[in-house]
């Protein structure tokens, strides 16, 4: 395709995205979870892993018991006081039909004035400013999040000048990786998973992503020159020296905040789409909502 993708110009905007929902906390904030209370993050796909990363982060931070799920995976049993659900579209079939049957006060973080889930939510933040027209999420994805972290107490001043950083690294050799798999430890396993699934999504590519210190524990079988290993976040001790004895190409951004290393990782996405012919705007066998006849 010679025009330049939807999804370029969407993650380009995500350090302004950022600075934007940091500089608006005030009126969002109320509407989220408190210190204290246990809570469910619940999303489909790249939300899930948006949901994975807060729910271990705030956990680590001891704001409360915090549990990440799918849509679908949702445990009925368990008790909440809050269940914080994200969908851009709002009206994800699986994220629906929970609000509807759970009694669970229920905070839903969307993109979409009008869609269901604003109707069926208890509380409703809208992230409209930050919607796509690429079937592949990106900027929607990490504003929620860098909503979810604000709300933690996190100041995101950093991360989104390191998201600047990040819309200048030089990305094409990495796009000529072979397979990559991206690995993270607590809350950025969530964004390894992202990561992974920005390759497949856009590019159709082999990615694979794993908790960083389980990475050794068979899957480094795969890695040999050629192909990659994304690091986000800490290193453990010794990882990398034993990926690089593979001779596998280590990426690891270790002076950026690991939501810039994603924004390097969604600019590899689409770099490899556009270099195999592909339109990242529309994977394949893809659509922006997942609505199942039921």
Not at 92 to 113: G, M
Not at 196 to 204: D, F, I, T, V, W
Not at 232 to 244: N, Q, V
């Amino acid at each position: 395709m010679t025009d330049t993708p939807f999804v370029s110009t969407e993650i380009a905007t995500q350090p302004a995205l950022w600075r934007q929902v940091s500089a608006g906390f005030a009126q969002y904030g109320g509407a989220l979870p408190q210190p204290g209370q246990r809570v469910a993050a619940v999303g489909c796909g790249t939300s899930w892993f948006m949901a994975m990363a807060y729910a271990a982060l705030r956990e680590d931070l001891g704001q409360g018991e915090t549990d990440a799920f799918a849509g679908s995976e949702f445990a009925f049993s368990r008790s909440y006081d809050a269940i914080v659900v994200i969908s851009r579209s709002g009206t994800t079939t699986e994220v629906l039909d929970l609000i509807r049957r759970t009694s669970v006060p229920t905070i839903a973080i969307t993109a979409t004035p009008g869609s269901p889930i604003v109707e069926l939510a208890d509380h409703t933040i809208m992230l409209d400013f930050a919607d796509e027209q690429s079937v592949v999420q990106t900027r929607f994805a990490t504003t929620a999040l860098a909503l979810l972290r604000l709300s933690l107490g996190q100041d995101l001043t950093q991360a989104a000048a390191d998201a600047e950083t990040a819309l200048t690294i030089d990305v094409d050799e990495l796009a000529k990786l072979e397979q990559v798999s991206y690995l993270g430890t607590r809350w950025t396993i969530g964004l390894a998973h992202e990561a992974g699934l920005k390759q497949r999504e856009a590019a159709s590519a082999w990615t694979e992503a794993y908790p960083a210190m389980d990475y050794r524990h068979g899957p480094i079988a795969i890695a040999q020159p050629g192909r990659g290993a994304w690091l986000f976040g800490d290193a453990p001790e010794g990882l990398l020296d034993d990926i690089t004895a593979t001779g596998a190409t280590v990426v690891h951004h270790e002076d950026l905040d690991p939501m810039a290393s994603l924004v390097v990782a969604q600019r590899v996405a689409v770099a490899k789409s556009l270099a195999l012919g592909l339109n990242p705007d529309q994977p394949r066998s893809l659509s922006r909502s997942v609505i199942l006849d039921q």
